[in-house]
């Protein structure tokens, strides 16, 4: 049933309708609301039951009534058309902001996989022909660094605001994320993209072994039956690799562990702090960027650099230098959105997206570069992405 009542200011705050049979005044009695007649049970009645009864009631000015009581309503009765749209405000979930949520999250992952499959080839072209891999992981910082400090000068984004106490939380982060990130590079310049890849696919054990030996952390037994696909794929993968070499799996051990150990002070050190994902991985870039520098001058140095820098221009010709610019620029835009989308998803979503990323780089590497896999290699290589997967679902 619609209801609208219409009243004058003036009127009483309490309304009541009688449906009594009682004695009332002349002017009381224009007011009352008509009763329908009784209904006899061998005649048909007249009235629909399937169409609500709207009821309106408005003042009739007369001169009798304004003289016995102004404010004493009239009522009405009649049939609502039943396709007058209702007024009514009801909240309810707007199925296009959830779509829309979807589509951002899936444009962020097809951007993080498509950004890190081209770093990759970029990073292993310029690794073969100029082996220098900490000069290279050097550049890749600078270039990030560089970028976000234009984007803030210019108003692109905007600035985190940040103290001291802050970078003093960062600094073990960003220490673990300078080895992790030169041992990935070390590891990528001795071996294949897939095969490091691979190997790094084992870092959920390490993050186990780690966070329940020297963090005291217990896990459910599901997470520890996992960790048996992911140790023992990966010891598949690597014992059936055909151009096996000792430094490339250490480096991608060495990186593993590293950013277990980078994971684990970013969610100690970081909690409270209200700085977005692109804003934080700008300032751990530019802080590894000043731990690594000295590191890779002594190690290399300049004179090697210049070296290997004029043979490799005479090899590839200045495509190289796009080789360097690109592999640079896309390690710290596949990073950024990495970090940016752990603003929009939960943990899980983002380690699924870990594991499907690498899935993408190993297919991609192994068709660019034409890498030779051996049927054993490739179905060590799946176990190992499937216990990653058993471990992500196993830790929710």
Known sequence: MFATLKQ??????????????TSMSKPEQQCRVPFLPPLKREKSCNLSITKPLRIVASVTPSNSLVKYRKTLPACNAYEANRAQPLDIS?????VQSETAQRVKIGIYFATWWALNVVFNIYNKKVLNVFPYPWLTSTLSLAAGSLMMLISWATQIADAPETDMEFWKTLLPVAVAHTIGHVAATVSMSKVAVSFTHIIKSGEPAFSVLVSRFLLGEMFPVPVYLSLIPIIGGCALAAVTELNFNMIGFMGAMISNVAFVFRNIFSKKGMNGKSVSGMNYYACLSMLSLLILTPFAIAVEGPQVWAAGWQRALSQIGPH????????SIFYHLYNQVSYMSLDQISPLTFSIGNTMKRISVIISSIIIFHTAVRPVNALGAAIAILGTFLYSQAKL
């Open 90 to 94: 009801i909240d309810l979930p707007s």
């Open 8 to 21: 004058p200011v003036q009127s009483h705050s309490l309304l009541t309708l009688s449906v009594q049979k």
């Open 320 to 327: 190289f230098v796009w080789w360097v610019a690109a592999q």
